[in-house]
C-alpha cells in the first residue's frame, strides 16, 4: 500500500484546509489509519487517527478545531482543519497499520511523504 497525501497549503490563521490521504491499493483491512505532524526543530506527534470501527485518539492541541475521517469507497483518509493556527505549521504525514493501536502508538507499517500546512499571523 502507498500513502499520497494532498491538501496542504498557505493558510492566514482562523483558516481552513482539508488534507487527503489516498492509498494505493484497498484501505479496507488497514484498521489502524491516522495523521501525524512535524514541524522544524520538533519531534514527531500523532495528530489524530481512527480505527476502522470509529475509535478515535486526537491529540489536545486539535481537539476541537480537527476532524478526521475516512472513506473506504474511495480508499481514502481525510483531516479537515479549522481555525488554524501558526502553530499547526508543519509537514503533515498520513500513516495506516492493520492494527489501530499500532498507529497511534507509532507502529505504523505505511507512511506516506506528506504535505506542507503553513499557517500565517
Known amino acids: 500500500v502507498q500513502l499520497v497525501e494532498s491538501g496542504g497549503g498557505l493558510v492566514q490563521a482562523g483558516g481552513s484546509l482539508r488534507l487527503s490521504c489516498t492509498a494505493s491499493g484497498s484501505i479496507f483491512s488497514l484498521n489502524g489509519m491516522g495523521w501525524y505532524r512535524q514541524a522544524p526543530g520538533k519531534e514527531r506527534e500523532l495528530v489524530a487517527a481512527?480505527?476502522?470501527?470509529?475509535?478515535?485518539v486526537t491529540a489536545e492541541s486539535v481537539k476541537g478545531r480537527f476532524t478526521i475521517s475516512r472513506d473506504n469507497t474511495k480508499n481514502t483518509l481525510y483531516l479537515q482543519m479549522n481555525s488554524l493556527k501558526p502553530e499547526d505549521t508543519a509537514m503533515y504525514h498520513c500513516?495506516?497499520?492493520?492494527?489501530?493501536?499500532?498507529?497511534?502508538?507509532?507502529?505504523?507499517?505505511?507512511w506516506g511523504q506528506g504535505t506542507q500546512v503553513t499557517v500565517s499571523s
Open positions: 481512527l480505527s476502522s470501527k470509529g475509535n478515535t
Open positions: 500513516a495506516a497499520a492493520s492494527s489501530f493501536t499500532d498507529v497511534w502508538t507509532g507502529k505504523y507499517e505505511y
